[in-house]
Nanobody
């Protein structure tokens, strides 16, 4: 079974930056399209970004384009989400996912 462990969340002021990491085990990481989603209480999980197997194609939610960067290191079985110029409305639990497998999530809180 694929296992995913997110880390890197925390409290940051509006305009600040965080880098999230997701370490994947239990499968062949380099064969996976990876994605990041986020979720606030009472809301559906929202797509944020995705990256293909070798990292040369990415896709982003329109509102994060130019501010967030998804990347991966296949040697480390890790996918990253660099988040810049964070906004309070982007406070959420951030999850990485592959093939309907989800990690525990990491909390990102953006203060005013």
């Amino acid at each position: 079974q694929v296992q995913l462990v997110e880390s890197g969340g925390g409290l940051v002021q509006a305009g600040g930056s965080l880098r999230l990491s997701c370490v994947v085990s239990g499968g062949t990481f380099s064969s996976y399209i990876m994605a990041w989603f986020r979720q606030t209480p009472g809301e559906k999980r929202e797509f944020v970004a995705a990256i293909n197997q070798n990292g040369d194609r990415t896709n982003y939610k329109d509102s994060v384009k130019g501010r967030f960067i998804i990347s991966r290191d296949n040697a480390l079985n890790t996918v990253y989400l660099q988040m810049n110029s964070l906004k309070p409305e982007e406070t959420a639990v951030y999850y990485c996912t592959v093939d309907d497998n989800w990690g525990q999530g990491t909390q990102v809180t953006v203060s005013l």
